[in-house]
């Protein structure tokens, strides 16, 4: 089995690596992470809210077998003890809606992920923690069969941790700067720089796996320069609190974890998921203007107030309190697509330009697994293990065909 190498370590390369190092020896597994603080973005930041029927045809059998995966492992491995991982029942505070949809670009008009919803909405019972307001109406849309909720950052630490005891090499902080070719031009190897001590080192690799996020665009023009085609991809930015309130303590925790979906304002669709763990986790403020910044660490020094007191303002309504206990801030960049639908696939070698070419099958390749939108925690476990498949040449657990990269 020939060396793989994934560029970026955030949920979706951990669990690549993961899924990787069950069916070849694990120290041909490497992982490439540039940003100082690992999980600085969308896998640290994120609500960590898991659907398995909310996607469209396209996504549908990764969104299920994701769902299963992340249910097996939390089994296996105590999910709920280790990264809060606990079924949940989503409500929605919005008026009904008229025709179901499977909404993948949801985030273009700040529309709500409730309309994705698979379940009929059906009268259902507030959770203890929200503040109620005569008239509202609450619909349960799904129920704790096809929703769960974990703690994005805790489930990537456990997945890294897991990979790096295996045996799996990370380089942190590195960058890929280049790739060599042999004398057929085929992929050979690829420098990684690190970014502290500046040294370099030639990873001798004939399988690339680029899994970098919003970031992978910058990675594979970095690796490619002499190529013309573009990843299409794009970021959406999201600021986020954490919080915590009396009214959800581990007391509480027994009858079950909630996702709240509601409309505040044309535009603004707030997100409530309650954590084990005593935290509530709110966010819905979302930007495809904000600039991504160099690394993923950088978000926090471009933090807006007015974004930060506007969320606060939700929580003080949900949670029914003069104030609330802000644990975290967070301001996360999810790589999004037009279609709203991640690519998983094989880069072309046209793509890679003149004079780069990969083995062929298995033993070589470059491939992307990124543009998952606000679904990246969900579907990470099985976009991890379908591109395991995928790069290994074995049997696809889900139909991906048509997430593959249009070119």
Request: proline share 6%; with cysteine; aromatic share 6%.
């Amino acid at each position: 089995m020939s060396t793989t190498v994934i560029l970026g370590a955030g949920i979706i390369g951990t669990s690549t690596a993961y899924y990787l190092s069950k069916h070849q020896p694990a120290s041909s597994i490497h992982l490439v992470e540039p940003s100082p603080e690992l999980f600085a973005s969308a896998s640290g930041f994120a609500g960590g809210f898991l659907a398995k029927d909310w996607f469209s045809a396209a996504s549908a059998e990764l969104g299920a077998l994701s769902f299963e995966e992340h249910r097996k492992l939390a089994e296996k491995d105590n999910g709920a003890q280790k990264w809060g991982y606990a079924r949940s029942t989503s409500i929605s505070l919005s008026p009904p809606t008229k025709s179901k949809k499977k909404i993948d670009v949801w985030c273009r008009d700040g529309a709500s992920r409730a309309e994705a919803a698979s379940g009929d909405p059906s009268a259902g019972i507030a959770p203890p923690w929200l503040s109620r307001e005569e008239g509202d109406a609450v619909e349960v849309i799904s129920d704790e069969e096809t929703v769960a909720q974990v703690d994005p950052l805790q489930l990537s630490q456990y997945l890294l941790q897991k990979c790096v005891d295996a045996g799996v090499q990370l380089h942190h902080p590195a960058k890929a700067i280049s790739i060599q070719t042999d004398m057929r031009d085929e992929l050979s190897s690829i420098c990684v720089a690190d970014t502290q001590s500046s040294t370099e080192t030639d990873i001798p690799c004939t399988t690339v796996i680029i899994t970098a996020g919003a970031w992978s665009p910058q990675v594979f023009s970095t690796l490619f320069p002499a190529s013309t085609f573009r990843l299409p991809l794009s970021s959406l930015a999201g600021h986020s609190l954490v919080v915590k309130s009396a009214r959800w303590t581990k007391e509480h925790e027994a009858h079950g974890c909630h996702a709240v979906f509601m409309t505040s304002q044309p535009g603004y669709s707030p997100e409530i998921f309650s954590r084990i763990g005593g935290h509530i986790y709110i966010a819905g403020l979302n930007s495809a203007t904000e600039p991504l910044p160099g690394l993923a660490t950088d978000s926090k020094g471009r933090i807006k107030r007015d974004a930060v007191e506007r969320l606060r303002d939700t929580a003080r309504e949900v949670l029914g309190e003069a104030d609330v206990e802000v644990v975290r801030e967070g301001l996360c960049f999810r790589p999004v697509t037009d279609s709203g639908t991640p690519i998983l696939g094989r880069i072309p070698d046209t793509c890679l330009g003149p004079s780069v070419k990969t083995r062929p099958g298995p033993e070589g390749g470059v491939y992307l697994a990124a543009g998952h939108g606000p679904w990246g925690i969900s579907m990470s476990l099985g976009t991890g293990k379908v591109m395991a498949e995928m790069v290994q040449g074995r049997e696809l657990s889900a139909d991906v065909s048509r997430l593959a990269l249009k070119v």
